[in-house]
């Protein structure tokens, strides 16, 4: 969330960044909302004002009540009516602001739900652009593999070795679904473990296993509510919601709290099912698994001071590829433009692998900063030694990787001609085998 004291200040800029987000904003309406309760306010103070130099004149009154009683009796029916009037005008003055009081906090409230729906600001090296196809590249690593026979898909792969069944899953829970099995059960958390090992032993990262089911405080700290509920599934009858990804929870670790300067940056990492209806999806990537209401991943995340956080960017972009490069997976960095961005980012780094079936590149990893987006919806500040002042810390996170897009990539980088499967040997130690093999020549 910006601040509100930005907004104001920066309209001009609002304005730019709406145009290259590709976004609408009405800051007309956020002008005389903002004008409507500043005015109010003012009215409100000075009614108070009003309130108390009266209730001062009245105290003054009533110590001259006392002494006319004793001194001057004659003058007492006038004093107290004077009394009177006045207690009876200020009772209609202090329902007065009662009710301003209340028209305020409307107002705040609209006030802040207009600032939630706000995006990020672009950080200054992020292009311009309208969509994906004015991201710019940085960097490519690897090289595709050479067939001499027609690749297959993920999703013929996976039903023809028998670790991969659809049919199973609509019976259990609808379309958007697999049911891993075997091996196929076992590649999927050979991955997860695989990544986990490699962020906690060699990339510094803290291991958390936190719940998959987060209430509506914490996604709206990270930026999903209100504007992405229709992404995601609610728990009818309470206030809790399927993990999105595992973002939110890392966020709300530390909500509403002030951290050491000391202590940062803080590296979590975390793996969880993730949920997402994909309402805006209809129609897209709808065979095999790239694109599911369930899927796992491991997510990275840190809490840094802002003046480390675009250092700490690159690295968190380069732990994602050293996942990739141990599996000897070809894949390119991109660099979101404003447009492709998401709604927290300030600046996104792609990483994108690569797919035989579609003689291109598929999203495996997505690195943002957001900046102290994220930190000041989240209330998290930083204070460093001797500084009586806190700050918003900066926060970051990047897939490490997406579990199953992982298992794609792997299984259609690494298929064979009679349908088989080869493990790459940085996977072989979990995976207990080197090979998956057809399910024909399994039985």
Partial sequence: ????????????????????????????????????????????????????????????????????????????????????????????????????????????????????????????????????????????????????????????????????????????????????????ARLERALANFFLDVHTREHGFTEVLPPFLVNTASLVGVGQLPKFAADMFHVEGTDLWLTPTSEVELTSLHRDETLEADALPIKVCAWTACFRSEAGAAGKDTRGIKRQHQFQKVEMFKFTRPEQSYDELESLVRSAEAVLQKLGLHYRVMLLCTADMGFAAAKTYDIEVWLPSTNGFMEISSCSNTEAFQARRSGIRFKAPGNKKSEFVHTLNGSGLAVGRTWIALVENYQQADGSVVIPEALRPYMGVERIATETRRR
Wanted: aromatic content about 6%; glycine content about 8%; proline content about 5%.
């Fill in 1 to 184: 969330m910006l601040d509100l004291g930005y907004v104001r200040e920066h309209m001009d800029a609002l304005e730019k960044m709406a145009r290259d987000r590709g976004v609408t904003l009405d800051l007309a309406a956020f002008r005389e909302l903002d004008a409507e309760r500043r005015r109010r306010i003012f009215l409100n103070e000075q009614l108070k004002t009003h309130l108390n130099k009266v209730s001062q004149e009245i105290a003054l009154l009533k110590r001259s009540l006392v002494q006319l009683k004793t001194n001057d009796p004659s003058q007492v029916p006038g004093t107290e009516s004077l009394i009177e009037q006045n207690v009876s005008a200020m009772r209609g003055v202090s329902e007065q602001i009662k009710n301003e009081d209340k028209l305020i906090t409307e107002l705040d409230e609209r006030l802040k739900q207009f600032l939630l729906t706000i995006p990020n600001i672009p950080h200054a090296s992020v292009p311009v652009g309208k969509g994906a196809a004015d991201n710019v590249e940085v960097r490519r690593w690897g090289s595709p593999p050479k067939f001499d026979f027609a690749p297959k898909p993920h999703w013929e792969i996976g039903e023809g070795a028998g670790i991969l069944n659809f049919e199973a899953a609509i019976k259990i829970a609808g379309s958007r679904f697999a049911v891993y099995k075997g091996l196929g």
